[in-house]
């Protein structure tokens, strides 16, 4: 008997980005997440941009079509003929989308989309489509959302991207286990229930989703669940330099979204002088960011960032790998901001502790205790191979703390967290992996699983936001 030849890992990844691509966008998942993820569609059009970026603008400008009247870019976007496939739907929220949000990576993955193909960038005008709706996403999380030391605050679990992480343990202890919603578990029937959140879990889950809904998804009242998180406000201020980023880019092309009358060479000055202007708030929002990340959520004795407790003022001093993204940030200090000084204002501070963080990721809670990015230390109590935010490596937190370690020019850290990469083909593009022994975990054919291997093949940049090499098309 013949084996079988094996497909390239590369075309592998292609396959189920295109068996989920619905013509509009791509689900996380067939069975388990069948409708449209508002951080999952910003990490597929990451890897969707090498071979198919007109499909990769398409999946963001589609996201951004869903945004609510307040700026809100919603977590899920709700497919009306699977709503029974998945819990909570439409139906719950009374509306076509979440009320929640997710982490904002949008901006990020709008700028790497653009830079992959300028040229069709420019031909569909998509810089000048996206930036006005994502800058007013920020708008959303910078105001409403602020929480008393500034970075945004997420207010539900599933807003984290991270659910059940034990960064959250103890604020959802304080939320009554009791919804008033019959809750269905379909997604027990894609994945092992000792790899899901538990049923305690959901009621809390459900009870807060109904106290936020109940109050029109508004943010004046307290629902008693406000968490800052470091993954959160890292993505947020890498998308704040995407911005800025952005804002040049339109300025230099004629900048019609940043002037209202824009166009004509007589008012180039005028564009330019308003790119830069734009340019330099996004740069000072990201800069106010990072600068209250350092401040009230590094723990000098774990060596790395918490989650702050909006409602308690107390840091959550658990050890995960949320708090290791801030090594994003010192990649961001590279020339090629608006001020061309090489410098994000405010941003020495992260910078100082860069080496501390390093240790951390390598030390024996995360890369020095196995072979493979745990989501939760090895040395933290709640640490679990298998359950989903609470052990096991997920790639698009190996991918984030590639690119952070790639633009730090530590080789040694991105051999190992490229080694991830390695077992997502042969075992079809797992949801997660065990940490130890890569055994893959979760729903498998999982689109931001294939769309970061695709990406981890296909490019190679050392820079967390690439700037344009030449002037843009
Ligand atoms: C709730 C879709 C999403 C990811 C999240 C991941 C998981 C949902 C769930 O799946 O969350 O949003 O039902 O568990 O935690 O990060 O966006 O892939």
């Given at each position: 008997m013949h084996k079988d030849f094996e497909e390239d890992p590369a075309d592998a990844a292609a396959r189920v980005l295109n068996s989920h691509w619905t013509g509009r966008h791509t689900v996380p998942a067939t069975g388990l997440y069948p409708h449209q993820w508002s951080w999952d569609s910003a990490f597929v059009a990451i890897g969707t941009r090498h071979r198919a970026p007109e499909r990769a603008r398409a999946e963001l400008v589609t996201l951004l079509d869903a945004q609510r009247a307040d700026g809100r870019v919603p977590q899920i976007v709700y497919d009306a003929e699977r709503d029974d496939d998945y819990a909570p739907g439409a139906a719950f929220w009374g509306a076509a989308t979440s009320g929640?949000?997710?982490?904002?990576?949008?901006?990020?993955?709008?700028?790497?989309?653009?830079?992959?193909?300028?040229?069709?960038?420019?031909?569909?005008?998509?810089?000048?489509?996206?930036?006005?709706?994502?800058?007013?996403?920020?708008?959303y999380l910078h105001g409403p959302r602020a929480?008393?030391?500034?970075?945004?605050?997420?207010?539900?679990?599933?807003?984290?991207?991270?659910?059940?992480?034990?960064?959250?343990?103890?604020?959802?202890?304080?939320?009554?286990?009791?919804?008033r919603t019959a809750i269905r578990r379909p997604d027990l029937q894609h994945a092992g229930?000792?790899?899901?959140?538990?049923?305690?879990?959901?009621?809390?889950?459900?009870?807060?989703?109904?106290?936020?809904?109940?109050?029109?998804?508004?943010?004046?009242?307290?629902?008693?669940?406000?968490?800052?998180?470091?993954?959160?406000?890292?993505?947020?201020?890498?998308?704040?330099?995407?911005?800025?980023?952005?804002?040049?880019?339109?300025?230099?092309?004629?900048?019609?979204?940043?002037?209202?009358?824009?166009?004509?060479?007589?008012?180039?000055?005028?564009?330019?002088?308003?790119?830069?202007?734009?340019?330099?708030?996004?740069?000072?929002?990201?800069?106010?960011?990072?600068?209250?990340?350092?401040?009230?959520?590094?723990d000098e004795e774990l060596g790395l960032y918490v989650a702050l407790d909006d409602t308690t003022g107390e840091r959550v001093r658990r050890a995960t790998v949320n708090g290791l993204?801030?090594?994003?940030?010192?990649?961001?200090?590279?020339?090629?901001?608006?001020?061309?000084?090489?410098?994000?204002?405010?941003?020495?501070?992260?910078?100082?502790?860069?080496?501390?963080?390093?240790?951390?990721?390598?030390?024996?809670?995360?890369?020095?205790?196995?072979?493979?990015?745990?989501?939760?230390?090895?040395?933290?109590?709640?640490?679990?191979p298998a359950l989903y935010w609470r052990g096991p490596a997920w790639f698009n937190m190996s991918w984030l703390l590639l690119r952070a370690v790639q633009a730090l020019g530590r080789d040694d850290l991105a051999a190992r967290l490229r080694e991830h990469f390695d077992v997502a083909a042969p075992q079809g593009f797992p949801e997660y992996t065990d940490p130890d022994t890569g055994a893959g975990r979760g729903t498998r054919q999982f689109s931001w699983t294939a769309a970061l291997t695709l990406d981890v093949l296909l490019s190679d940049e050392a820079a967390v936001l690439p700037t344009p090499a030449a002037p843009p098309v």
């Open positions: 929640l949000v997710q982490p904002p990576v949008h901006a990020w993955a709008a700028w790497l989309v653009h830079r992959a193909d300028p040229a069709g960038s420019a031909r569909e005008g998509f810089l000048a489509r996206v930036y006005p709706r994502l800058a007013r996403w920020h708008g929480g008393a030391v500034g970075p945004p605050v997420a207010k539900h679990p599933w807003e984290t991207g991270t659910d059940n992480s034990p960064l959250w343990d103890a604020a959802l202890a304080r939320v009554p286990p009791e919804a229930t000792g790899e899901r959140p538990g049923s305690r879990d959901y009621r809390r889950y459900y009870r807060l989703a109904e106290a936020y809904r109940d109050a029109g998804c508004t943010d004046d009242v307290p629902i008693g669940f406000a968490m800052v998180c470091p993954l959160f406000s890292t993505l947020l201020a890498v998308s704040e330099v995407a911005l800025a980023r952005m804002a040049v880019a339109l300025a230099d092309g004629g900048g019609g979204v940043l002037l209202p009358d824009g166009g004509g060479d007589a008012r180039a000055g005028a564009h330019e002088a308003a790119g830069a202007h734009a340019a330099r708030a996004h740069e000072a929002a990201a800069a106010r960011v990072v600068a209250a990340l350092d401040q009230h959520l590094w993204v801030p090594l994003l940030l010192p990649g961001l200090l590279g020339a090629g901001n608006s001020r061309g000084t090489g410098n994000l204002p405010g941003s020495e501070i992260p910078t100082r502790r860069t080496e501390r963080l390093l240790a951390t990721l390598a030390g024996p809670g995360f890369l020095g205790g196995g072979p493979y990015l745990p989501s939760t230390s090895r040395e933290d109590p709640a640490f679990d």
